[in-house]
């Protein structure tokens, strides 16, 4: 045998692949009929793409949901209120005509994925106002969070981030996906906005996760059956920080007695 | 509407395929094909005809590793799945497809996805992600030797975290 009939390990994927030159196909085939255990392993190439269209070929025939509607994505350019406002719309127009009826949403989205997305949703849109950011302002700590657990129906709390170099601005009560929710913002002397939104879930407890869209971030967890979403802006390494002491303190406050 | 978006437009669902099985994970994988398509939209004047698939892959491609090197840079964060969303699929618990990807580094992933699934050329994969030939091909050979030694149930090698 000569270096003409050797085949290569680039040659058997190129081979798998239709990328080879015409004139060496022949040699490959002839090549692994003699050689079983390569014959074995073009196979097993094989199946491995056969399993990946399988796992995931079907997203090709799924009709894309309407958040990539070309028209809307475009309209991002005229600024991110454009864009809140269009999302804004897209999510009552999705409430008003509910997920079951919603022919191109084949993935119902659970709680929790519906709170982070309200929760982001809520950030971009009120982190932006400049006069009105809160319905009731951070000097009125105390009546801010006993109304917002008497709506909500269960204490809530705006943790101290203080030390985050933050100050409470102030809060209000929002709609979400299950009922009320709780909004608390915070700013630090630069004029970075994070917010906590919070309110009742079923699901069970989970530990501190991430989840980014658009230039914000957030980090969310369920605690007693509250979730809670602490948002803020994506590109700084403070969200993971302040995240951490929202988490702690909450946390702690409800860890049982003893 | 332009030729420009409708072209955009046809290679949406092709995006999501490659997101998701780039990302294993339904809602980061949506996100991203979502900044892909802003993106582009953006950019329409710096596309000077051409292969639009190879383009869109080739953002596509870059803001996932963006992505990956943000959250690099974040040591304490538990993965981006959420057990609710439908990210494991019925072939979950043993050693599946996608438990197999993640064998990969993120080169090999792309590599792999954008030939197996996406049926781009070598020449394409190369394009798409800067390197010679030469590079996609031996990144496609460990690709598939990492995924069968994992599916033939090989211990893993102690990379993984890319």
Redesign the interface.
Known sequence: MNDRDHVS??EL??YV?D?LPADRRGVVEAWLSTHPDDAA?VA??RK??E???H???H????M??P??S?DR??R??FGALAAVAASLAAFMIGVAAGWTVHGMET?K?????RFTNDALLAYRLYTVEVRHPVEVTGDQRPHLVQWLSKRLGAPVQAPELDKQGLKLVGGRLLPGPTGPSAFFMYENPSGERFTLYCGHIS?GE?????????QNAAYYWVDQNMAYVLSGP??T?KL?EVA?AAYDQIDRRTAPPG | MSEFRERIEAAIPALRRYARALTRDAETADDIVQDTLVRALRSEHLFHGGDMRAWLYTILTNLNRNRLRTLARRPVVSPIKDTDATTSGPDSGGRDIVRALEMLTEEQRSALLLVVLESLTYREVSEVQGVPIGTVMSRLARARNEIKAYLDGERPALRRVK
């Open positions: 390990e680039e994927n190129a692949d990328e392993r097993a190439w491995q793409a399993l990946l269209c796992r995931y070929g997203l090709e025939y799924e894309p949901p958040r990539f070309l994505l475009s991002r350019r993935e989205p659970s709680d929790l994925v699901n989970t530990a501190l996760r991430y989840t980014s869209g658009g994506m590109e390494g993971h951490q």
